[in-house]
């Protein structure tokens, strides 16, 4: 028997692209002389649909589509993830499902049983949890279909989220039917930790069922989660056989059974998660039909990184870098945004801010009643340069790429309306940390961005010899802190003993990271790449007292 995964990727709400990307791939498999093709969870409508489940005519469209779909499987099976409604008469509207199709008709539909309510997911606002796994036969084996978490047994692995308990387990109900191959659709968004998880619930499962596991994973980036495919093949040894491309399309190609020796991994963590935040450009404005991007260009290394991932994504041509130097910018890093720009072969235009910043002055003064320069005039010169880049996006149809990263995010060394301004934050998930590690990474063979601008003490540039660390922590204890009270939520008392911090330094910066919830709110959509980024996942009120 001859199986493809079709690790594709899918836009939310594009029924119709979908819907030509899930034909094309069931023509192209039928070439390769495949019995069955396996697509992602969702693949039809794409994942996360969210809210357009509760629009009828969407739920109508859906079906209608699944029907044409229906009709080119001739010759074939397509197991395709979809949603179907619930005609019983309790619970919700919905099932996510998986569709099963072969030679023209509709075989039937396994519904996911686990509904993940935790961190990215919300599957419950939404779906009724089916209630038993089914099996059907080709080719003289006894197949079963399964749905992402339905193959995640939490309290068994000890992996992230490990406190997750669900009343039943697909994969202990599914050992009882002894079947010969499990396939799973997913939809498993990328974070940095996530693949070795994901590869660990895989082995499990197909270990536990004594059966081969094929699980195709959705590729591509939808708002703020990005997926990065590495669709997978398990022995029913519990190995891994195969393994997909990541970020992006790939068919992988199966036979049953197995003859394949166990895949050794090579971990490039660093690889993958630059090519997961070039992705999740890419396809934010590939899909939302953007075409071009500005960034304000300051010769600081997170703005260079920003640049470079950038240019990656949507090329060289449709990018354009703007230096907007004042009064306290140096000349190195003017220097340096050029050099970097002209490297990577990005317009480069510089425009100073003195002559607004400075009629800004003016007219406040008499207002501010000869009041000391401080935090005010920093933040004044953030929204000039914020004003200049909207007003360039504005005229040429630009999307202004905001360049905060997220240790600075978290507390609030931010500046609203000036550098938060934009319509994506590129690695507002990115803890400064990574970012020095990712542009190490970029110049590993030769030097794109300039040593100088890594090697240089990190500094804002709004006032006379400002940097970073005058108001900050070390980033290194910003960031330790940090991912341990956001990721692992570590008491105060906890972080301070495990990294031997002052208890007051860890008090202070983790009540910074609650007094400036109101700013994150306002801030643009943002690519996740953590186990918990700010802009989905994490939900904390803007007003409340706890630390």
Not at 412 to 436: A, F, N, P, Q, R
Request: net charge negative.
């Amino acid at each position: 028997m001859r199986i493809v995964l079709a690790q594709i990727n899918p836009t939310v709400g594009d029924l119709e692209g979908n819907q030509k990307k899930i034909i094309s791939a069931i023509h192209e498999a039928k070439k390769l002389g495949a019995d069955i093709i396996l697509f992602p969870e969702l693949a039809l409508c794409g994942y996360p649909p969210e809210d357009l489940l509760f629009l009828p005519q969407f739920i109508e469209e859906i079906n209608i589509k699944l029907n044409e779909i229906v009709l080119r499987t001739k010759g074939i099976t397509a197991v395709v993830g979809t949603v179907r409604k619930n005609l019983g008469p309790k619970g919700k509207d919905l099932f996510n499902s998986a569709a099963i199709l072969s030679n023209g008709k509709l075989l039937y539909f396994q519904d996911k049983i686990l509904l993940p309510t935790y961190d990215v997911f919300d599957e419950r606002r939404y779906f009724e949890p089916g209630n038993q796994s089914h099996i059907f036969e080709l080719c003289g084996k006894k197949i079963a279909v399964t749905i992402c978490e339905d193959i995640w047994e939490h309290s068994q692995l000890g992996v992230e989220f490990s406190d997750i308990k669900y009343h039943v387990s697909p994969v202990q109900e599914l050992k009882k039917l002894k079947p010969d191959l499990i396939l799973n659709l997913s939809s498993s968004p990328f974070c940095t930790t996530h693949f070795k998880d994901r590869l660990k619930v895989c082995c499990h499962a197909a270990k536990s069922i004594h059966a081969p596991l094929l699980y195709c994973n959705q590729v591509g980036a939808n708002d703020s989660l990005i997926f990065d495919g590495y669709s997978l093949v398990v022995n029913e040894k519990g190995e891994l056989v195969d393994l997909a491309k990541g970020f992006q399309e790939d068919f992988l190609l199966v036979d049953y059974p197995l003859k394949l020796a166990p895949k050794q991994i090579i971990d490039n963590p660093l690889s993958d998660l630059y090519h997961a935040l070039a992705l999740g450009v890419r396809d934010y404005f590939q899909k939302s039909e953007f075409k071009k991007a500005i960034l304000g260009l300051s010769g600081g290394i997170d703005s260079a990184l920003v640049l470079c991932i950038a240019t990656e994504a949507l090329g060289a041509e449709n990018v354009l870098a703007i230096a907007m130097p004042s009064r306290f910018s140096s000349s190195d890093s003017i220097k340096d945004a050029k050099i970097l720009a002209d490297r990577l072969s990005v317009e480069f235009k510089e425009i100073s801010i003195e002559p607004p910043f400075e009629s800004y002055l003016n007219i406040l003064q008499p207002h501010f009643q000869r009041q000391e320069f401080d935090v005010t005039e920093e933040n004044l010169q953030a929204r000039i340069r914020g004003m200049l880049l909207m007003s360039m996006s504005n005229k040429f149809g630009y999307i202004v790429l905001s360049t905060g990263n997220k240790s600075e995010m978290a507390l609030g060394y931010c500046t609203l309306y000036g550098d938060m301004c934009g319509g994506l934050s590129v690695i507002g998930d990115v803890t400064k940390s990574e970012v020095y590690q990712l542009a190490g990474w970029l110049n590993r063979n030769e030097e794109i961005i300039p040593w100088n601008t890594i090697h240089r003490p990190p500094s804002a540039e709004l006032k006379e010899n400002q940097k970073d660390q005058d108001t900050l922590p070390e980033y290194e204890v910003v960031d330790n802190i940090l991912q341990s009270y956001l990721e692992g939520h570590f008491s105060v008392e906890e972080i301070a003993e495990k990294f031997n911090y002052p208890l007051e330094c860890v008090k202070d910066l983790i009540k910074r990271i609650h007094q400036n919830e109101y700013k994150r709110k306002q801030a643009p959509p943002g690519l996740r790449i953590s186990k918990k980024a700010f802009t989905v996942g994490r939900r904390f009120p803007i007003v409340q007292k706890w630390i």
